[in-house]
């Protein structure tokens, strides 16, 4: 009997256990990152990571999201994404596929969860989940004499499925949670409200206001609503784990991503780690139709289906009922 209780108690602290990524003080930094996050303008912006330099890149072959490399690249069609309102405080991060990103699927940044270490892992694209009805092509060419996407990463290249008897994520695009595909942006001085030019931002009608004449985007004349310097913060998982950011290391390795393609890493956030920092051009302001908000609402699962993830119970849990079928059977 006293065994029993002993395995019973070794069963719950095994299985406490067996959620990662749980994070007890998740009801504190939840709140917190939606406080210190803030409203932006919707429009076409452009991501550069404020220590490394690099851009976060869209790589329409294979759907790919990496920093790109520093030195070469610069603002282009494969760097410019939309960025939509979907109440709050809540954004998706969208990019069209297709040769001249101009045309094609809608692909939003999207959280990935690692069910092997049990957290969010990676932001990657996926199709778009949120205004997944109105795609919304650029409608200006910033850097017209660049054709091509640049060598991103440095040599890293997706990793080819080796044969097709390995187990890999088969895309059949199930649907995912919608706060996977929400971010929140928390500006480098907390508390700040980060200013454009002549611009404005109504979270209540979830519109762009000018006060004076549209900006034409012009990399080279550096024509633009200006730039300010954010946490990319997942809206993925903040009420039961520590929030996660957005860090320029791209990364291929995963079993699960079809044919490994690259994605760019999720670090825990940390106020003050300048590397987990992107300052943000606005090159274009464009009012989106406001989208879907989600309602994910305070507990969540983590071991919930995401993109490229597949339901396991964790192998403590069922060490666990085995120890106990069988402390059972020598009673
Ligand atoms: C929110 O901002 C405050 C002030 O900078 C900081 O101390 C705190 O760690 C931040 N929390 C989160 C979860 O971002
Ligand atoms: C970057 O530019 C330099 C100088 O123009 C060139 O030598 C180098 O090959 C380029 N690197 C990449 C990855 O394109
Ligand atoms: C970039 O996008 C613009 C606007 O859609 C398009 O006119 C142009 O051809 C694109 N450039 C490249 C190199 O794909
Ligand atoms: C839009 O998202 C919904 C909900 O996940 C999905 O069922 C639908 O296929 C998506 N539509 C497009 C055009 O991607
Ligand atoms: C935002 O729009 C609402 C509704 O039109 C309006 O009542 C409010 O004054 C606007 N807020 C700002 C800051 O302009
Ligand atoms: C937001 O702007 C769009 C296009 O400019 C307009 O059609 C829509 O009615 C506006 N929404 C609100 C709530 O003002
Ligand atoms: C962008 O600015 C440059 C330099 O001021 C100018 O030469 C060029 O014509 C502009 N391009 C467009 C499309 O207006
Ligand atoms: C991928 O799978 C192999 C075994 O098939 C495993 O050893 C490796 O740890 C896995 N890698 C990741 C990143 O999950
Ligand atoms: C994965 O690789 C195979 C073989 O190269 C290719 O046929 C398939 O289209 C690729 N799948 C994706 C989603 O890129
Ligand atoms: C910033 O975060 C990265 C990723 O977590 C970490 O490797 C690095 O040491 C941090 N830098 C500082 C100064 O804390
Ligand atoms: C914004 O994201 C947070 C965190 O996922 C979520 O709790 C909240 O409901 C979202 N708000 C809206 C309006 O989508
Ligand atoms: C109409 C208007 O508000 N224009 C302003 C745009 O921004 C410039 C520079 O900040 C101001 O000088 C203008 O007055």
Not at 297 to 326: D, E, R, V, W
Request: charged share 15%; net charge negative.
């Amino acid at each position: 009997m006293i065994f029993n209780l002993f395995i019973i108690i070794l069963c719950l602290i095994l299985s406490v256990k067996a959620g990662v990524g749980t994070y007890a003080d998740a009801d504190i930094t939840g709140p917190q990152t939606l406080d210190n996050a803030t409203n932006i303008p919707t429009g076409f912006y452009s991501f550069r990571n404020h220590v490394t330099g690099q851009w976060l890149e869209f790589i329409s072959d294979g759907n790919q999201v990496q920093p790109s490399n520093a030195q070469n690249s610069t603002v282009f069609n494969g760097t410019l994404w939309a960025v939509k309102f979907h109440g709050y405080k809540n954004y998706s991060i969208h990019h069209l596929n297709g040769d001249d990103s101009s045309s094609g699927n809608d692909k939003c940044i999207s959280t990935r969860w690692d069910q092997y270490i049990g957290i969010d892992d990676a932001a990657v694209m996926w199709q778009c989940e949120l205004d997944n009805i109105t795609t919304t092509p650029l409608d200006f060419d910033i850097s017209p004499s660049f054709s091509g996407v640049y060598d991103p990463t440095e040599g890293l290249q997706p990793l080819e499925r080796r044969s097709y008897r390995e187990r890999r994520y088969v895309n059949t695009f199930e649907p995912i949670r919608p706060d996977k595909q929400q971010w929140l942006f928390i500006p480098q001085d907390v508390g700040a409200t980060p200013s454009w030019k002549n611009l404005t931002f109504n979270a209540t009608t979830g519109n762009n206001t000018w006060h004076g004449p549209h900006i034409k985007p012009n990399a080279s004349a550096n024509s633009n609503y200006g730039q300010n310097t954010f946490y990319l913060v997942s809206a993925a998982h903040l009420w039961n784990m520590y929030p996660r950011c957005i860090y320029p290391l791209p990364m291929n390795t995963f079993n699960f991503t079809a044919n490994n393609t690259v994605v760019t890493t999720l670090e825990d956030c940390q106020i003050g780690n300048e590397t987990l920092l992107w300052d943000m051009v606005l090159w274009e302001a464009e009012n989106f139709p406001l989208g879907e908000a989600s309602s994910p609402g305070p507990a969540q699962n983590p071991s919930k289906k995401s993109a490229g993830s597949t339901l396991t119970i964790p192998i403590s849990t069922l060490f666990c009922l085995f120890i106990f079928a069988y402390a059972c059977l020598l009673l």
